[in-house]
């Protein structure tokens, strides 16, 4: 990594949704764009020059109908001998029809070769209730040989709320299992101008899960919360899980930044866990925040106390 990098400072401007994947020598990188009209993805050998690295669009929306407005939180995850995209997508006709979907690469170099439509991501034939409402931030992981799904979606009568799902997975584009209740926002933290639990992120270290998310609106405060389990447990029974009571990451406004959110985790060039998350430079956002563009790509290292738990700091070294 770049020694003159100050990890409090924007890396990437205007990519909100930050995802980092690091394979076969490349650092990939993919956002959500401020139009929400494209999936763009970005290479660089080292994670510090994805900031400079040229960014090509890979898919465009549609005119009208599935996947034609609000094209949000794009994830590239290789699995199952191949490598996909996962995204939400709203519809012209229904703008907050917001559902999750699912492209793939017909070729085995992501930047270069084309990618395909593979429809919306498919529950599995005894769920009654995945992805029936609002549902997005999808993201992958795998845990001894199996691969995990989780994502975000609303449920409720007047107020909605956004809890997190997780289910096995039977394909890259099939759920195995019946959803799972993983987190729901039961503190104040998660509960301001919105009830909100999204953007999941995953970090394994020492046979441990940490699984972080986004809470409450997406002005100043946004902020982290995690959630924890053994691998070795049983990771679709929700009480293999604890979740932190107070927010991992939030807005500090001594260094002027405000509502990290939306995160991602991969490694620098040494090896060492590296967050990503975007956040704002502005405490008083201008019109609907949903359009203002200024969510920016950051990223800082990650530090492991003596407990085994990550410490997500600003000023960490």
Not at 30 to 59: F, H, M, N
Not at 71 to 80: D, R, S, V
Not at 160 to 187: C, F, G, H
Not at 260 to 280: L, Q, S, W
Request: aromatic share 14%; net charge negative; charged share 25%.
């Amino acid at each position: 990594m770049d020694n003159q990098h100050t990890f409090n400072k924007p890396w990437i401007l205007q990519r909100a949704d930050p995802y980092v994947i690091c394979q076969d020598g490349y650092y990939y990188f993919t956002a959500s764009v401020p139009a929400y009209d494209s999936i763009v993805l970005r290479r660089s050998k080292t994670l510090e020059g994805l900031a400079q690295a040229e960014e090509k669009v890979l898919w465009t929306k549609h005119e009208s109908g599935p996947m034609s407005e609000h094209i949000w939180a794009p994830e590239m995850h290789y699995l199952f001998g191949k490598w996909y995209i996962y995204f939400a997508g709203g519809e012209k006709e229904d703008v907050w029809k917001i559902r999750p979907y699912v492209l793939a690469c017909t070729g085995s170099d992501p930047y270069l070769d084309p990618w395909v439509e593979c429809g919306p991501m498919q529950c599995a034939d005894a769920d009654e209730f995945s992805f029936r409402a609002f549902s997005l931030d999808a993201t992958v992981f795998e845990n001894k040989g199996v691969y995990y799904y989780v994502w975000a979606e609303k449920v409720g009568v007047g107020r909605q709320i956004s809890n997190l799902y997780i289910a096995r997975m039977e394909s890259a584009t099939k759920l195995a299992t019946v959803q799972v209740l993983l987190t729901t926002p039961d503190y104040d933290w998660e509960r301001v101008g919105f009830w909100v639990n999204e953007g999941p992120g995953v970090l394994k270290h020492d046979n441990r899960i940490f699984l972080t998310y986004s809470a409450s609106e997406t002005g100043a405060c946004y902020c982290v919360g995690m959630l924890s389990c053994d691998c070795d447990s049983d990771l679709l029974d929700p009480l293999s899980w604890k979740k932190e009571r107070q927010p991992v990451l939030a807005t500090d406004a001594s260094l002027g930044l405000y509502g990290p959110g939306h995160n991602c985790f991969t490694k620098d060039e040494t090896g060492r866990d590296i967050m990503v998350y975007h956040a704002r430079l502005e405490e008083k956002i201008e019109g609907n925040p949903l359009y203002n563009p200024n969510r920016h790509a950051f990223y800082l290292p990650v530090v492991w106390d003596a407990e085994g738990q990550p410490v997500f700091r600003y000023d960490n070294q």
